[in-house]
Structures are given as structure tokens and as C-alpha cells.
């Protein structure tokens, strides 16, 4: 059965094609520095977007029409794995994603749902002999039940704890068992909305308890997928223990899980945390935390996290940025973490969206490669950092300063003349690069 007759292969025909079904800008043998635009890019379905999710929110019912919608238990179940490889050929993705819960129904205890996930996963693993799309990595929910309303490695309650924990073993097997590149905590709950109710110093410290006995477990069943921590500052908590990269670095540190761990950096968790999708990029890549990258974007006029597909040029080259300059993301990749808005109900929205987020990182790939091989901003921050390479700068970086030569330094001094940034100026720049990469495709 197809679940997509209208759509046929998507194929990259440049921008002078009027096919909508087509890439414009994402040409995957295309080269670029080195390696092709499929190795940079390692783009991944997100399946509880693309295959779950109804449109339905706060205010309204699902609106989204599926081949599929009518069936139901693990008959839905398994429709979903055959219409997911079909788009995964038809899009020749390289990877996709999953929590547990989007792939296999709950039953009503957990030997039932372990029941439920074994099938699913024993047709995924049939479909991946065949298929060149692989796992990019896995999760468990441990959100969405009513018995994580109050958490799940933060809980207050140690029977849910150990259900967590429970979980989280079985997503290890299961990302063992499909070659998983990665495994993923998203704290989706680990945080607290009043402290009047709240042992934060005890939920903190199971939380990096839950962490090392996965670290361990992981290792005692030789899953060798790098384990990532999700970062994201509110939602559905007030205040979530993992609020971005550097809070999640500083708990790591502490509790000396920082060797075991690297960060999946979302650009609407970004946003949401008050910095630019550039800004967690830089700070992960800085601190060889960069694991991978949950590709979407938010809505500045709207505050929460609208998971919409990447279409701003802007960030996805600045992301591409930090991504070249990281060179790649190892096993990781760009997962759209994104969801067609609701008004898009019609199943080949989910083709034509993932084209949309596919170009724009093709595109911001190009422009990010020009701007490194130009060296554009790497020329201008050495020269405006330039007074550190020599006299009393030097003496700084290198240890040799102390506050009695840098005072004695300071007294020698009349005027400092700043030099401006430029902030516009470079902006400028970027703006001719895109410009001029666009138009040279």
C-alpha cells in the first residue's frame, strides 16, 4: 500500500525548477568542503511530528487528515512504520527519530507496553535491512503520562523513578538493537513550577544519579551511541533543571557526567531560553559539547515553543557556521524537530515542508562554507582582538599578569582608543553572501 501515491521521489533540480516536489537548493552528492552535502547535512525525520502528531491544540481539535487515521492500537502502529519508510525513501533521508510512546501504544501495565514496543520494533528492524535510512537516535517519554506530572528522574515519588528508569533501560536495548548513532534525555518534566513543594538540592542529585545509571547501563550492554542531553528552559515546567547549554554544562561538571555526555541543541529551546540559536551552537562547540541538532524555529510574536520548519537563511547559516567551524556533527545530525502548522492538514504538507527546512540548510551551507573559506569573520575578530597578542595582552593570556603589573601598566596609560565593531557592517557582508550564493546556485 502507498500511503503517499501523489509523490513521487523528491530530486534536487535546482532553482529553476517549477516543481514543487523537487529540491532547489539541497543537491545530497553535491561537494562541499570535502565531504557532500549529505554527510554535513545528516538530515532526520522526527517521527512524532511527522507521524503522530494531529494538529490538535489548546484551543482545537486535530485537523490533520492521514491515510492512516482511521485504525488504531497497534494496527495504527504498524501502518505508521510503513507510511514513515515510505516518505523516508521518497525524501532519501538518512535518518529519522522516535520516543518510545511514538512508535508503540501504552498498554496498561508496563509488560504490556514492553509487549507493544518489542513488535513495533521487530517490523522497524525488517524495514531498516532494506532501507538506507538509519536511527539517528532514540528516546523514552517520560512526560506525557499522568504519572509524571510532578517528573520522572526529579519526582518526588521513587516508584516513578524506578519506572523511569525502567524506560529509559528499555530505549537503550531498543537504540542497541536498531544501531542507534545517539540516545537522548529530554528532561521534559525535570524541573519544578513552585519551590514551596520543592527539594531542589534531592531532585537535582537524583537526576545525575538517573543519569550515571544509564551511563553504566549503557556501557554493561555495549551501546556505543552518544548519549545527549536536550536542553530547554521552560515548558512544560516553569523552571527545568536543563534551562541551556551552559546550566546543563555546570550540572554536568558538578556531577562529573560532562566525559559521558554532549549536548542535542534545539533553535526554539534556544530562542526560548532568551539567545539565538547561534549562541547554544557556539557555546556546546566551544566546550567540544556539540553532539546534534534538533532543526526548527520558533515565533518571536508567540511564547512557547511552535516547533515550526526552518525557513530563516539567516540562522540557518549562522548554524552551518558553527557546524563547519565544530567540523560536523559526528554521529549526530539535523533532526527536524518541527511539525506542519495546523492549517496544513493535507499529507503531502509533510513532503513539502521537509523540502522547505532541507533547502535552507542546503543554502546555509553554501554561505557558511564561503564565509569560512574567506575568512570574513575570522579576519576581523583576530585583528579587533589583536592587543592580546603582544605586550600586556600577552603577559595576560600567557599567566604572566598580575594585578600589580597590570596597575602599573594602567598608570602608564593616557587615552585607550576603542576600535568599533562594526555590527552593521558585518551584517552587510552576510547579506552580500547570501545574496550572492543564491544567485549562483
Not at 501502518?79 to 496498561?108: N, Q, T, W
Not at 534538533?294 to 552551518?320: R, V
Amino acid at each position: 500500500m502507498s500511503y503517499f501515491e501523489k509523490v513521487n521521489k523528491v530530486e534536487f533540480e535546482g532553482p529553476q525548477s517549477t516543481n514543487n516536489f523537487s529540491f532547489k537548493y539541497y543537491d545530497p552528492e553535491k561537494v562541499v568542503n570535502g565531504k557532500t552535502m549529505r554527510d554535513w547535512l545528516r538530515f532526520s525525520v522526527a517521527y512524532w511530528h511527522t507521524f503522530t502528531a494531529d494538529g490538535s491544540d489548546p484551543f482545537g481539535a486535530g485537523t490533520m487528515i492521514r491515510p492512516w487515521g482511521h485504525l488504531t492500537g497497534l494496527d495504527l502502529a504498524k501502518a505508521r512504520v510503513e507510511a514513515a519508510f515510505e516518505l523516508f525513501e521518497k525524501l532519501d533521508v538518512p535518518y529519522f527519530c522516535f520516543h518510545d510512546v511514538d512508535i508503540a501504544p501504552e498498554g496498561s501495565n508496563l509488560k504490556e507496553t514492553y509487549a507493544n514496543l518489542d513488535i513495533i520494533v521487530a517490523q522497524i528492524r525488517d524495514y531498516m535491512k532494506t532501507s538506507k535510512t538509519k536511527l539517528l537516535w532514540n528516546t523514552a517519554n517520560l512526560f506525557t503520562h499522568p504519572r509524571y506530572v510532578h517528573g520522572a528522574a526529579t519526582s518526588n515519588h521513587a516508584d516513578v523513578f524506578a519506572y523511569s528508569a525502567a524506560r529509559v533501560k528499555k530505549g537503550l536495548e531498543i537504540g542497541k538493537e536498531l544501531g542507534a548513532g545517539n540516545y537522548v534525555f529530554w528532561g521534559g518534566r525535570e524541573g519544578y513550577d513552585t519551590l514551596l513543594n520543592t527539594d531542589m538540592k534531592l531532585e537535582q542529585e537524583n537526576y545525575a544519579r538517573f543519569l550515571q545509571m544509564a551511563v553504566d547501563y549503557a556501557k554493561e550492554i555495549g551501546f556505543d551511541g552518544q548519549l545527549l542531553i536536550e536542553p530547554k528552559p521552560k515548558e512544560p515546567t516553569k523552571h527545568q533543571y536543563d534551562f541551556n547549554v551552559a546550566t546543563s554544562l555546570s550540572f554536568l561538571q558538578k556531577y562529573d557526567l560532562a566525559p559521558h555526555f554532549k549536548f542535542n541543541v534545539e533553535a526554539n529551546h534556544a530562542t526560548l531560553a532568551g539567545h539565538s540559536f547561534q549562541h547554544e551552537l557556539r557555546v556546546a562547540r566551544i566546550n567540544g559539547m556539540l553532539g546534534s541538532v534538533d532543526a526548527n524555529q520558533g515565533d518571536q510574536l508567540i511564547g512557547w515553543d511552535t516547533d515550526e520548519f526552518p525557513t530563516d537563511l539567516y540562522s540557518t547559516t549562522l548554524a552551518m557556521y558553527e557546524i563547519l567551524k565544530n567540523g560536523g556533527l559526528g554521529k549526530g545530525g539535523l533532526n527536524f524537530d518541527a511539525k506542519v502548522r495546523r492549517g496544513s492538514f493535507d499529507p503531502n504538507d509533510l513532503f513539502l515542508a521537509h523540502i522547505a527546512g532541507m533547502d535552507s540548510f542546503a543554502v546555509g551551507l553554501l554561505v557558511a562554507s564561503q564565509l569560512i573559506q574567506d575568512r570574513v569573520f575570522d579576519d576581523f575578530i583576530v585583528n579587533r582582538y589583536k592587543s592580546y597578542t603582544e605586550g600586556i595582552g600577552l603577559d595576560i593570556v600567557e599567566g604572566r599578569a598580575d594585578f600589580h603589573t597590570l596597575e602599573s601598566h594602567a598608570l602608564t596609560l593616557s587615552q585607550i582608543p576603542n576600535e568599533s565593531g562594526r555590527e552593521e557592517h558585518l551584517k552587510s557582508i552576510l547579506n552580500q553572501y547570501l545574496l550572492k550564493t543564491l544567485t549562483e546556485v
